[in-house]
């Protein structure tokens, strides 16, 4: 799986837009980039995911530039309970395969969001 | 909302005790995991399981044990817990290749 980075801390005011960065420059063709966040002491929560199409659900969006060397997970409106680690992982996506589903977790970004 | 359960939330134990951490899931998922975090840490996987009757130790070595003799059910045991193993375990499945549901995981400290 192709390795990501990420700032280890950024800070957002509330009701503004959170917009964290990663770079996944070694990624290849069938990888996918997931996005998950963990609040203090609770266990991940998936956010959102894409393979190269920019993508939006409820809880964000996901912007992959078209080298798709770098993604921008972008919280529209962040609240105080969006103060959380945010992950950004790249693994291969598709069934099967003995890595189905095992995600490595880095680092990540923590997301402070004052009021 | 995800319908994966752990139990104990928080566990305080002596040396040399046996445990078992608790892990069930109401939603079919024939894939779980155990994944192992230290305070401010990254997430380690230690075991998986893609069905019943099928286990696999993770990316790091653990002491503990793990077995799937139901579907909906994924304990983890340590046979004689050591201060060492100190840590929160948290407990995942999955369908699906992209999404994992996590439970809110087991706090254990061994005194």
């Known amino acids: 799986d192709a390795k990501t980075t990420q700032p280890p801390s950024m800070d957002c005011a509330e009701g503004r837009a959170a917009n964290l960065p990663c770079n996944h420059s070694?990624?290849?063709?069938?990888?996918?980039v997931y996005w998950y966040r963990q609040i203090h002491s609770q266990g991940p929560q998936y956010i959102i995911h894409?393979?190269?199409n920019n993508e939006t659900n409820e809880m964000a969006s996901l912007i992959i530039t078209e080298d798709r060397k770098s993604s921008t997970l972008i919280l529209p409106h962040a609240t105080l309970r969006d103060t959380a680690v945010y992950y950004c992982i790249v693994r291969a996506g598709g069934a099967g395969g003995t890595s189905y589903g095992k995600l490595t977790f880095g680092q990540g970004t923590i997301l402070t969001v004052h009021p | 909302e995800a319908d994966i359960y752990q139990t104990p939330r928080y566990l305080v134990i002596g040396t040399g005790k046996k445990i078992t951490l608790e892990c069930s899931q109401t939603m079919g998922h024939d894939k779980m995991y155990w994944y192992q975090q230290d305070p401010g840490m990254e997430l380690h996987l230690i075991h998986y399981s893609y069905g019943v009757n099928s286990t696999e130790k993770g990316d790091l070595s653990s002491e503990s044990t793990v077995s799937r003799i139901r579907t909906e059910h994924f304990p983890l045991t340590l046979e004689s817990a050591r201060p060492s193993h100190t840590s929160q375990y948290l407990c995942a499945s999955t369908r699906r290749n992209e999404k994992l549901f996590f439970g809110s995981g087991t706090q254990l400290s061994v005194l």
């Open positions: 070694t990624i290849s063709g069938n990888e996918y």
């Open positions: 894409g393979l190269k």
